[in-house]
């Protein structure tokens, strides 16, 4: 009985710190994709533990799981610090986005719940076209993001669905990136507006070409924003 009782206690106290941990990776992934925490930011225990009311434990567990889905980059000696994207990095994170959106895309188009899939992303688009002339560019990419859940989430792929996931981070820098782009918000809209035709159309080749040309036109643009600014 009291084995049993012990195991028990550890049970509970081993959820309470997986809850904590939880916790703590969700406050702090937070600060980096919202760019409180901005790229080339150290980030150390003690702030966060008067920032989040968290002892250290959990918070250290949560860097270490921020630094392996690649918000956070550690460096000898130095710790943890939000990490500097090259041109080489975009390019192969779009190549990545690429090739997971063409095979998102490829699922969603033979779900059964795509039609109710292409009205949640149709409404997306004009959520977003308000934004875009309200000239709210960080809400533009928050929903940016959110439209392209919708093809991860229509796969019925959980596996895609959380690679795609530890990607959502550092694909919200390179959103930010090529929505400063002048016209390319207006231009975005156009071509999530074919990816929604397609889909309702139920054509995978079109759909696959309206995802493969959006992400490659979106790619480009943050390859040219980033010469600009080196």
């Known amino acids: 009985m009291a084995s049993e009782v012990q195991t028990k206690g550890l049970a509970r106290e081993a959820v309470r710190g997986d809850g904590l941990v939880n916790v703590a990776h969700s406050q702090i992934r937070k600060l980096i994709i919202s760019g409180e925490l901005s790229p ?71 779900s059964g719940s795509r039609l109710d899939i292409a009205d949640d992303m149709a409404e997306l688009i004009e959520q977003q076209r308000e934004l875009v002339e309200s000239g709210d560019l960080v809400g533009y990419a928050d929903l940016d993001v959110r439209f392209h859940q919708q093809l991860w989430i229509g796969s019925g792929n959980k596996r895609l669905f959380g690679v795609s996931e530890n990607l959502f981070g550092q694909m919200r820098i390179g959103n930010k990136i090529s929505s400063q782009m002048p016209g390319r918000p207006e231009t975005s809209l156009k071509e999530h507006e074919a990816i929604v035709a397609a889909l309702r159309s139920g054509d995978g080749r079109a759909a696959e070409r309206a995802v493969r040309s959006h992400v490659r036109t979106a790619a480009k643009a943050v390859a040219i924003l980033m010469r600009e600014d080196s």
Do not use: K, N, W
């Not at 003690?46 to 009311?53: F, I």
């Not at 956070?72 to 190549?95: K, N, T, W």
């Open 40 to 110: 080339g930011d150290r980030v150390t225990v003690r702030p966060l533990v008067s920032l989040l009311g968290l002892s250290p434990t959990p918070i250290r567990t949560a860097l270490a799981l921020l630094e392996r889905q690649g918000l956070l980059e550690s460096l000898d000696h130095r710790g943890f610090f939000v990490p500097q994207f090259s041109a080489e990095d975009m390019r192969e994170i779009y190549e990545l986005r690429e090739a997971l959106e063409i095979l998102a895309c490829r699922r969603t188009v033979q």
